[in-house]
């Protein structure tokens, strides 16, 4: 079974931090996204990457950064953290090497609090 | 924080009840289809895909079926047990290089 794991369910930070979430997964897949996830708006796509090194904006990149330095890692950066960022963060992974049109794995989320 | 499930539809069934969960997609040129469960604390998790070559595809208890007349898309579970409560949602996308996009859910409830 595929395995996206994410390396905090809880994190609470500040106003004007830099903080990073972090997600790795362990079946070598090309593919890896970072979403978050609101009551009511549901899951919205804010970074993927489809090689090491690559990445590609989403639905709403605004406030967000994201590093691929290695396959099996992928993190997402909030660079100046503002509370309208408070949000479930969700990472996925998907084994590529024909496109998207495929299922992704997801990790159980970080729930964010910025205060 | 707020459950994910605030908000959503709800469908509320009794154990051993055949269950079906409907999603209208919004591209007529959507060509892959998939199903998702999330149940609470938890991240989504694949159930069931469909390619719109097909129009109907079973798995375990699950069957999708694909109407793509009406952009119509139905998840169907049978003999729903109190471990199916979760919310379903699902996603479409275009072509191979297009990433998915995801519908707002579906909230299933089963009592025992």
């Known amino acids: 079974d595929v395995k996206v794991t994410q390396s905090s369910r809880y994190l609470v930070k500040r106003t004007g931090e830099k903080v990073f979430l972090e997600c790795v997964q362990d079946?070598?897949?090309?593919?890896m996204f970072w979403y978050r996830q609101d009551p009511g708006l549901g899951l919205r796509l804010i970074y993927f990457s489809y090689d090491v090194k690559m990445k590609e904006k989403g639905d709403i990149p605004e406030g967000y950064s994201v590093s691929r330095e290695k396959k099996e890692r992928f993190s997402l950066i909030l660079e100046s953290a503002s509370t309208n960022q408070t949000s479930m963060y969700l990472c996925?992974?998907?084994?590529?090497?024909?496109?998207?049109?495929?299922?992704?794995?997801f990790g159980d989320g970080t729930r964010l609090s910025i205060l | 924080g707020e459950s994910v499930g605030l908000h959503l539809p709800t469908l509320s069934v009794q154990e051993g009840d055949n269950s079906i969960i409907n999603c209208a997609y919004s591209?007529?040129?959507?060509?892959?289809f998939i199903w998702y469960k999330q149940e609470s604390g938890k991240g989504p998790q694949f159930i069931i895909d469909?390619?719109?070559?097909?129009d109907k595809r079973q798995g375990q208890r699950v069957t999708v079926l694909l109407n793509k007349t009406v952009k119509h898309l139905s998840l169907q579970i049978a003999a729903t047990q109190p471990g199916d409560s979760a919310v379903y949602f699902c996603a479409e996308s275009l072509s191979g290089y297009s990433t998915l996009t995801f519908g707002k859910g579906t909230m299933l409830l089963v009592s025992p």
């Open positions: 079946m070598d897949h090309e593919n």
């Open positions: 996925a992974s998907s084994l590529g090497r024909t496109g998207f049109s495929q299922p992704q794995h």
């Open positions: 469909i390619r719109s070559n097909m």
């Open positions: 591209n007529s040129a959507s060509d892959y």
